[in-house]
């Protein structure tokens, strides 16, 4: 299991609030050719969110998680290894993207995710939304 950092309303002018507003202005009809949607199984407690993102293949160091009071942006690249000449090429390079948007605030220091053997499990803790002091955290 590996855990992966959440960006998290990050410092005005940083590179990490660029990587946010770049995530949050994906166009997904538009760049449906380029992006994959991956299989996601979202499901809800009294105090809490979990998504369940199937991400086969993924390097967790690809993998970019936001959040925001009202959403969660999960991206991430696939590409297939490259060992000498390849012969036979049907591993897909894809880019995965998925934007969740949710119906309650959560607390966006709640925010977990975890990548298992292909599966990233997302846990979000509902409540209001406080600003955290550092950009990213682990």
Known sequence: MIRIPIL???????????????????????????????????????SEFHAYIALPGVDARSIRVAAVPDAIIIQAECCRPSI??????ELPCQTFYRKIALDEPIRLEGV??????????????KG?????????TA
Do not use: Q, W, Y
């Open 112 to 125: 977990t995710a975890v990548l298992d053997h292909g599966l990233l499990h997302m846990t979000a803790c």
């Open 8 to 46: 998290r309303n990050p410092a005005p002018g940083s590179p990490a609030e660029e990587l946010l507003h770049h995530m949050l202005a994906v166009n997904t009809r538009v760049e449906s050719d380029l992006l994959s949607k991956p299989a996601m199984d979202f499901s809800e407690t009294e």
């Open 128 to 136: 209001s939304a406080r600003r955290p002091t550092m950009a990213a």
């Open 84 to 89: 000498g000449k390849l012969r036979i090429g």
